[in-house]
């Protein structure tokens, strides 16, 4: 088993692609448009489907914006270095909510992003994965 996706919905599609495709980085896989049922699906990832959890959009036609739940968190992007990401995200037009930082209580290094719906999205710092 794994984790296929994460699914946001979104009121406008557009704006919403633009943001996670040109200041995330992330690379749209694949749009459809469902004419029957008012709707279009958008996913997007760092990676390919088949290997990596994307993010799924989902965008009613009929609908501008959505109400968020207090049971969503946030969706979580490993970085190599958060200030720099966050440097690049400011950029780029994005909006950095909590600046990068220790977090409270601890030593992880993170920051957090909000897309154009509202939805957080926390960076963490991977020293893991960063290139020597």
Not at 23 to 40: A, N, V, W
Not at 54 to 65: A, I, P, Q, R
Not at 95 to 119: C, N, Q, S, W
Request: net charge negative; aromatic share 10%; hydrophobic share 35%.
């Amino acid at each position: 088993m794994r984790l296929l996706h994460t699914m946001l919905r979104v009121g406008n599609l557009d704006e919403s692609i633009k943001f996670y495709r040109d200041i995330m980085g992330m690379k749209l896989l694949r749009q459809h448009d469902y004419e029957s049922g008012r709707f279009t699906l958008a996913f997007l990832g760092y990676g390919e489907e088949k290997d990596n959890t994307v993010l799924e959009l989902t965008h009613n036609w009929d609908t501008d914006s959505y109400e968020k739940g207090e049971g969503f968190g946030h969706i979580a992007i490993a970085v190599d270095d958060v200030y720099a990401a966050c440097e690049k995200i400011r950029d780029a037009g994005g909006t950095i909510v909590r600046e990068p930082g220790p977090m409270k209580h601890g030593t992880t290094v993170l920051a957090f992003v909000e897309d154009p719906d509202g939805y957080k999205i926390e960076l963490l710092e991977d020293k893991h994965n960063a290139a020597d």
